[in-house]
């Protein structure tokens, strides 16, 4: 199994990414956690991921996360105050009735899915956070393969 990067594909013209947030908790559920994700809807790739809390920082980490190719692409998201630091130029906020977001709001509930960890109000939770970075990182290794495919 080799890096995380090598399983992304590379940016294409015209490629769309979609970016989201979705929560969990850590540390006996006192700690709310997001993993913020960028996803390129052509490809359906998770082109970036960072885990952390829900300000503007860990937005731009997720930003700074991106291949290079993907730094100019058209984004969308939904209208989280944290999302004021993307482009104004290449990035849109959008409501979810748009269905710009579609996509990554589908992975995010196909992640619910495949983590009991992830599920909200439940008795799994991840108690450290490097747990729940690396079982992300393969999820995301192995969604990424299966897209390619």
Not at 96 to 120: C, D, P, Y
């Amino acid at each position: 199994m080799g890096p995380f990067k090598e399983t992304i594909d590379r940016a294409y013209p015209g490629d769309i990414l979609e970016v989201d947030e979705v929560f969990t908790y850590i540390l006996m559920k006192i700690k709310e956690i997001r993993i913020w994700i960028a996803l390129c809807r052509e490809t359906r790739q998770i082109v970036s991921f960072f885990i952390g809390d829900g300000s503007m920082e860990s937005c731009k980490r997720l930003w700074r996360k991106l291949p290079y190719g993907y730094l100019r692409c058209n984004s969308f998201s939904d209208f989280w105050r944290s999302y004021n630091c993307l482009p104004p130029g290449t990035h849109t906020k959008v409501g979810k009735e748009t269905g710009e977001t579609a996509h990554v709001e589908r992975l995010n509930n196909t992640i619910r899915q495949r983590f009991s960890r992830m599920v909200r109000r439940c008795l799994s939770f991840s108690k450290k956070e490097y747990m729940l970075n690396l079982h992300f990182k393969l999820f995301a290794y192995f969604y990424n393969l299966d897209c390619i495919s």
